[in-house]
């Protein structure tokens, strides 16, 4: 069954060689793009739904979300509001109620913001393991993950857990941790940061995920200059997340590597830190992905949406920037080549905006401007 989305005012991420079409169409067979270009050129097809001038993206990439998780830490975000510093001590408050939850409790957390996430857009989610923190807990979090998500990354080296010395828990995660968590996961990370890990068991966390095929990512420069970036790049790891505070040598690494640098603007606006120079990184050249960061403590948002509103308010993106982060960049997060765009092949996750532009994004901030998405061509 083919369907064509005919009166698109404005198709973005369909062509070679520019970002956006105006008065668009594109067509959807059997769950990929298969064709997009001018309306008036567009083949005939089975199916019909005119889109009435509005403007169709590509579903947003969510490339870092924590979504397996029980309970919330609303007290702590108020706390930090009303001058509190953020800590990453919270997590082992959300590991405490995480453990006590069963398995469905989890999935239906799981669900709930999966589903949350589509409503607003999203049509491809990252998720990480990491507040289990022992081998049971993590291979549940990450076996969890891959039945509800599409890209499962393991975080058993979120921090240490309470009253555990951190080299027998490295030896942990490099040991049976990871051969529980492997076989349901494609990505590794590491909270590469003081109070966390420091470079060495960094390196040693990721060389041993390496070993066994799981491809690297990290947690870098998030509450402080750091060795993250600069170990992210060393390791050609698909992305470097938050990368908050970057020296000039961080921002130079990252634009000679292939590892994209992840803004995770929610987060500074929920803790109430200075927001990344996403400029200095995108006029040196290097990849920007924009995502949420979903989790309980640093950032409670699932909307991309408002991680593109930041990015372009407090971060000097352009809307085509940010959107294109969103999108684009998240699939390149993921190393993933058949979301983030709609060229002819793409997986047909689309979205339609109640808007006439991808510009609305931006200049309508926390109004909900989803018309309808599609996701592998079926509408949600
Ligand atoms: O990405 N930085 C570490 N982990 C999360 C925060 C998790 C939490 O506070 O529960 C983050 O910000
Ligand atoms: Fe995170």
Not at 173 to 193: K, N, S
Not at 206 to 234: C, K, T, Y
């Amino acid at each position: 069954m083919s369907t064509v989305i005919t009166n698109i005012g404005e198709l973005a991420g369909a062509a070679e060689d520019r970002w956006l079409i105006e008065d668009a169409a594109l067509v959807i067979d059997d769950g990929r793009v298969a064709w997009a270009g001018p309306a008036a050129a567009a083949p005939a097809t089975d199916e019909e739904y005119d889109a009435g001038g509005r403007a169709v993206l590509p579903g947003f990439v969510d490339s870092h979300a924590h979504l397996v998780f029980a309970g919330e830490r609303a007290e702590e975000f108020a706390a930090r509001m009303s001058g509190r510093p953020y800590a990453a001590g919270g997590i082992r408050i959300t590991v405490a109620r995480t453990r006590a939850a069963s398995d469905d409790d989890l999935r239906a957390n799981v669900r709930r913001l999966v589903g949350e996430m589509a409503r607003q857009g999203t049509t491809t989610v990252e998720c990480k393991s990491g507040y289990g923190l022992t081998v049971e807990q993590e291979e549940r979090a990450v076996r969890i993950a891959a039945e509800l998500v599409d890209e499962v990354t393991f975080l058993g080296a979120h921090v240490v857990p309470e009253g555990t010395d951190p080299a027998d828990y490295v030896r942990l995660v490099t040991g049976p941790m990871l051969e529980a968590c492997a076989p349901h996961a494609r990505f590794i990370d590491v909270f590469c940061e003081r109070g966390a890990f420091d470079a060495e068991q960094t390196r040693e966390i990721l060389s041993a995920g390496r070993a066994v095929g799981l491809v690297p990512r990290l947690h870098a420069n998030q509450l402080g200059h750091g060795p993250g970036a600069g170990i992210a790049v060393e390791y050609d790891a698909a992305s470097a997340d938050h990368c908050t505070y970057l020296s000039e040598d961080d921002v130079a690494a990252l634009a000679g590597s292939r590892t994209v640098a992840t803004l995770l603007p929610g987060v500074e606006f929920s803790t109430r830190q200075p927001y990344p120079d996403a400029r200095a990184l995108i006029d040196a050249g290097a990849s920007v992905a924009l995502a949420t960061d979903c989790n309980p403590g640093s950032c409670y948002s699932s909307s991309m949406a408002f991680c593109v509103a930041l990015a372009v308010r407090e971060m000097h993106m352009t809307p085509e920037e940010a959107v294109r982060a969103a999108t684009e960049g998240g699939a390149k997060a993921l190393r993933r080549a058949d979301v983030g765009h709609l060229r002819p092949g793409a997986r047909a996750d689309v979205l339609m905006l109640d808007a006439p532009s991808h510009i609305h994004l931006a200049y309508r901030p926390g109004v909900p401007l989803v018309a309808r998405v599609w996701r592998k061509g079926q509408p949600l």
